[in-house]
């Protein structure tokens, strides 16, 4: 009976297909990205995580007998995530030339769709609130005052706060530029009269130049934000860091005609010789006061609520967003009315 049981069952085990195999292998292993991206507290503990989605994607181009059926049972996996889900992996479903997943397409156009519809949810929010407490931007929007908070890099090597009181921001973008989710941030700090500054990764800087250039030309100060976003700089040996920050610096200020010499470390990840290795070339290094976490929150209306219970907390300082996101996109107006209805001053960081 023993005997027979055993039997069966390893029939059955065998006529299980290969396919079902690696597609609850992928459907594992995008459930463990989703959940360290939800467990991790800060933006220091995603990027340490091994669990990311540029990990996943690495792993799968790495496949030795990866084929088309390989990528179908990928695609399945991927096309059963939540749209919530699915975004979170939206970077590296564009972003792979050359090495297209067949249903990159189908599923970037659904998440078109997700974000199309999360707009309009979002709208309607923001349209609610604004009868709640009786007020309207309008069709022209009064611009915030903005100022500027010049920044000796000898005097101040490192900022958090950046010296700013309670009712004061300064704007800060990070991982850009993007194709085309960093002109639309630009379009809303125009309209709202926001300078800000813009740390970018050179390796993005290098494939949209006129981005970067767009950027700058608009007033804003684009920074450097190293050349390819080493997950934790701090593992790396000092010559490779130093290469990191002088390609990305040169990259820039090629693509800008400007060398503003302001830096972030990638996820705020830093030591005593990385800090002073910025320092000794006379720049500053910038941190932040409130994470927005839109690395991590890709709901408009939970990542707005995010963004006000920092603010509350803080009161002001340096907010951290990245225009990579189309999360963020979407939140910026309503923010910015938020705090021209509170009175704030808006501030960009500059050389002294």
């Known amino acids: 009976m023993i005997l027979r049981s055993f039997i069966l069952v390893s029939a059955l085990v065998s006529s299980l297909s290969f396919a079902a195999v690696h597609e609850n292998t992928f459907r594992n292993a995008l459930r463990e990205v989703l959940e360290a991206n939800k467990r991790a507290t800060d933006l220091n503990e995603w990027t340490a995580s091994q669990r990311r989605p540029e990990n996943l994607f690495e792993d799968f181009q790495k496949l030795q007998n990866r084929d088309q059926k390989t990528s179908q049972e990928f695609c399945q996996a991927l096309s059963e995530l939540a749209m919530s889900d699915l975004a979170l992996f939206e970077e590296e479903l564009s972003s792979k030339p050359g090495q297209?997943?067949?249903?990159?397409?189908?599923?970037?156009?659904?998440?078109?769709?997700?974000?199309?519809?999360?707009?309009?949810?979002?709208?309607?929010?923001?349209?609610?609130?604004?009868?709640?407490?009786?007020?309207?931007?309008?069709?022209?929007?009064?611009?915030?005052?903005?100022?500027?908070?010049?920044?000796?890099?000898?005097?101040?090597?490192?900022?958090?706060?950046?010296?700013?009181?309670?009712?004061?921001?300064?704007?800060?973008?990070?991982?850009?530029?993007?194709?085309?989710?960093?002109?639309?941030?630009?379009?809303?700090?125009?309209?709202?009269?926001?300078?800000?500054?813009?740390?970018?990764?050179?390796?993005?800087?290098?494939?949209?130049?006129?981005?970067?250039?767009?950027?700058?030309?608009?007033?804003?100060?684009?920074?450097?934000?190293?050349?390819?976003?080493?997950?934790?700089?701090?593992?790396?040996?000092?010559?490779?860091?130093?290469?990191?920050?002088?390609?990305?610096?040169?990259?820039?200020?090629?693509?800008?005609?400007?060398?503003?010499?302001?830096?972030?470390?990638?996820?705020?990840?830093?030591?005593?010789?990385?800090?002073?290795?910025?320092?000794?070339?006379?720049?500053?290094?910038?941190?932040?006061t409130m994470d927005t976490r839109d690395w991590q929150i890709r709901d408009p209306e939970a990542l707005y609520q995010n963004v006000l219970k920092e603010l509350n907390r803080e009161k002001g300082g340096i907010i951290l967003f990245h225009d990579v996101h189309q999360q963020t996109v979407i939140v910026l107006p309503r923010l910015l009315e938020e705090l021209r209805l509170r009175n704030f001053s808006t501030y960009v960081f500059v050389p002294h």
Not at 156 to 173: C, H, M, N, S, V
Not at 196 to 225: E, R, T
Not at 245 to 258: L, S, V, W
């Open 100 to 288: 297209e997943l067949p249903c990159s397409v189908t599923l970037l156009s659904q998440l078109n769709q997700y974000w199309g519809q999360a707009q309009t949810a979002f709208d309607i929010n923001r349209l609610e609130e604004a009868l709640e407490r009786n007020y309207f931007s309008g069709n022209e929007t009064a611009p915030l005052p903005n100022l500027e908070k010049h920044i000796d890099t000898v005097a101040t090597p490192y900022l958090i706060r950046g010296d700013l009181k309670p009712g004061e921001i300064a704007f800060t973008f990070d991982d850009g530029p993007h194709a085309s989710r960093t002109a639309r941030i630009l379009e809303t700090l125009n309209e709202y009269g926001v300078r800000a500054n813009f740390f970018q990764i050179g390796q993005n800087v290098k494939a949209m130049p006129q981005i970067s250039k767009q950027v700058a030309d608009a007033g804003h100060l684009v920074c450097n934000h190293t050349w390819s976003h080493p997950l934790n700089m701090t593992r790396l040996s000092m010559e490779a860091s130093e290469k990191e920050f002088d390609r990305g610096r040169e990259i820039i200020t090629q693509a800008t005609g400007t060398d503003i010499p302001f830096f972030r470390f990638p996820g705020g990840n830093k030591n005593a010789a990385l800090l002073e290795m910025v320092k000794a070339r006379q720049f500053a290094s910038f941190y932040w």
